[in-house]
């Protein structure tokens, strides 16, 4: 909040959303269960697994036939391009259907797999470090495309 006022009062509201690059994916990765075309639940954090001490992905669970359209089509592109996993045919009667939830973390953990806390904590401040270097790219590199600096 504190970066969001002071890049307003700045006049440097453009350079400050682009140090937000990791939220602004968060935020359009999580777009179909935050605006309820895919059901969420309550808690979307990754699940602790007692026995290994790591953290694997948490999944929403819901009834297939509960699925509008929208959201039918968006769990197909999203289980297509390997973006989620999506479970069809789960539960004792198969008419369940299993999405992990859509949030970074759990993105990081489909691609990486079940990890320690620490070192999914190191992964994700890597990719917000990783953010700010392609901010800074975008903001003096190729702003001397578009402009005469």
């Known amino acids: 909040m504190t970066f969001a006022v002071v890049g307003i009062l700045s006049h440097f509201s453009k350079t400050m959303l682009l140090f937000f690059i990791p939220q602004i994916l968060n935020f ?13 639940p309550r808690h979307r954090l990754p699940r ?3 026995k290994t001490g790591k953290l694997g ?4 669970r819901f009834k297939t036939s ?10 197909q592109v999203c289980r ?26 759990n993105f990081v953990l489909k691609v990486l797999g ?13 990719i917000q470090v990783l953010g700010s270097m392609a ?12 402009y005469d600096v």
Do not use: W
């Open 28 to 40: 359009l990765y999580s777009c179909p269960q935050l605006f309820r075309l895919v059901p969420c």
């Open 48 to 50: 602790f697994d007692a």
């Open 57 to 60: 992905m948490s999944y929403s």
């Open 66 to 75: 509960e699925l509008n359209s929208i959201g039918a089509l968006i769990l």
């Open 80 to 105: 297509i391009f390997h973006i989620a996993d999506v479970r069809s045919g789960v539960g004792e009667d198969k008419q369940y259907t299993e999405c992990n939830n859509l949030t970074l973390i």
């Open 114 to 126: 079940p990890t320690h806390e620490r070192t999914l904590t190191i992964y994700l401040l890597t």
């Open 135 to 146: 901010a800074f790219f975008i903001r003096y590199q190729l702003a001397k495309i578009f």
